[in-house]
Nanobody, 122 residues
């Protein structure tokens, strides 16, 4: 499975962005797609994931929406009301057989995209 993330950019606080993650290869509707981010000097952290139902980090709940279009093998991360602290490289990841309790763990995902940079100016 290969993943290609895109849609990052430089925006002002309060703005919106939509990230996309296109998957090629063996994916099914049962594949879990996760979004993670890593800010400079910080560890990679969970943002959101979806298999059939979405799961969100508390820090983005109510502002970010994860979705997927299985026909297009694409996942989206709609980010609204962006904050300075959302600045990071965003990665999409994929895996099958990931149990619900592991969806927030980056180590559960064997496939990763290259990342797309989101910069939010205050």
């Amino acid at each position: 499975v290969q993943l290609q993330a895109s849609g990052g950019g430089l925006v002002q606080a309060g703005a919106s962005l939509r990230l996309s993650c296109v998957a090629s290869g063996r994916t099914t509707s049962g594949t879990t797609i996760g979004w993670f981010r890593q800010a400079p000097g910080k560890e990679r952290e969970f943002v959101a994931a979806i298999r059939w139902n979405p799961v969100y980090a508390d820090s983005v709940k109510g502002r970010f929406t994860i979705s997927r279009d299985n026909a297009k093998n694409t996942s989206y991360l709609q980010m609204s009301n962006l904050k300075f602290e959302d600045t990071a490289v965003y990665y999409c990841a994929a895996g099958t057989g990931i149990i619900t309790s592991s969806m927030r763990a980056w180590a559960a995902y064997p496939y990763w995209g290259q990342g797309t940079l989101v910069t939010v100016s205050s």
